[in-house]
């Protein structure tokens, strides 16, 4: 079978967990998701660069895609379909890979520098609760870091 519709050259492609469906990512912009049998689902729309790899969580309930943009964008599964629900970070240039942890609570991605960051997929996620996993992490250096003594008031009351 050969599945036909996007514009320009696939340089991605990945089955969903269950099987059924087929995510492609194209030089044309877009993700494109496919059942078994060649149809077209729903195109995902939003990166201004090509999309070079596409993943889906563990559970299938979102898909990640890795841009020549710089971006890594998060869809998740709503009730008509995927929907973009964050664009989680920039890279200093174009995404090549992207995956899920296997518990599918982080996204990883690496770009052509040589660098790759680890991120939560938590979407939920209020400032609050960002501000609080930001001083947990940063409360050992704060506390003894010898450079951080004009800082360590940085986290009191949060």
Known sequence: MTLEGHDNPIESVSFSPDGKTVVTGSWDRTATLWDLQGNELQTLEGHTGWVRDVAFSPDGSHIATASSDQTVRLWEQGEEGF????????????????????????????????????GP???????????????????DYLQHGFDAAENRQLCDGV
């Open 83 to 118: 929907e973009l629900r964050r664009t989680l970070w920039a890279h200093n240039g174009p995404v090549n890979s992207v995956s899920f942890s296997q518990n599918g609570k982080y996204v990883l991605s690496s770009d052509g520098s040589g660098r790759f960051i680890l």
């Open 121 to 139: 997929v938590d979407l939920n996620m209020d400032i609050d609760m960002l501000l609080q996993k930001a001083c947990d992490w940063a409360s």
